[in-house]
T-cell receptor, first 115, second 113 residues
């Protein structure tokens, strides 16, 4: 989606390796979300950042998952010691104001495949 | 822990209005109702959101009942490209200033020619 860049678009990794997924939203966003979507499933909430508040990490499935947001903008989702069940599309979204209207914009996602 | 209930699937004829219902009976006074959709093999797309008043934009209209326990998304003239899964989401409770958006299973809307 316009205003949210995610990289890499595709990542294939071996079980046990660490991966980093990047989200680069438009500047001035209010809030940033990470979701993941397994094949044929709905969106699973992972983590949420807003302002200087402590992030809401309640959706992270295990301690192998972590995320940070640097400078209030770019966010990185890190998965350590990847497992096959981590295979999914990881989506980033930001909530903010465009032309005076509150909107929610999703990135195109990063497809992770763990072999 | 989605706070919304939607029909699993719906059909609508092309050119007709598609009315997608959503129940959110436990919504609290300061929670917004968001609607997004996901077309097959694409990322989710924001449609509209509202708090108390009905809202309209270039994509759709959102009708929220007076008691706010349910809402309806209206696509006034559905086209084949509107075939998608439609998600009704209530912005979650404030937690240390954070307000997450939790998706349910959504409604699979099929527009038929």
């Amino acid at each position: 989606g316009a205003g949210v860049s995610q990289s890499p678009s595709n990542k294939v990794t071996e079980k046990g390796k660490d991966v980093e997924l990047r989200c680069d939203p438009i500047s001035g966003h209010t809030a940033l979300y990470w979701y993941r979507q397994s094949l044929g499933q709905g969106l699973e909430f992972l983590i949420y950042f807003q302002g200087n508040s402590a992030p809401d990490k309640s959706g992270l499935p295990s301690d192998r998952f972590s995320a940070e947001r640097t400078g209030g903008s770019v966010s990185t989702l890190t998965i350590q010691r990847t497992q096959q069940e981590d295979s999914a599309v990881y989506l980033c979204a930001w909530r903010g104001v465009i032309s005076g209207a509150n909107v929610l914009t999703f990135g195109a996602g990063s497809r992770l495949t763990v072999l | 822990d989605a706070k919304t209930t939607q029909p699993t699937s719906m059909d609508c004829a092309e050119g007709r209005a598609a009315n997608l219902p959503c129940n959110h009976s436990t919504i609290s006074g300061n929670e917004y109702v968001y609607w997004c959709r996901q077309i097959h093999s694409q990322g989710p797309q924001y449609i509209i959101h509202g708090l108390k008043n009905n809202e309209t934009n270039e994509m759709a209209s959102l009708i929220i009942t007076e008691d706010r326990k349910s809402s309806t998304l209206i696509l006034p003239h559905a086209t084949l490209r509107d075939t998608a899964v439609y998600y009704c989401i209530v912005r979650g409770p404030a937690l240390q200033g954070a307000q997450k958006l939790v998706f349910g299973q959504g409604t699979r809307l099929t527009i038929n020619p």
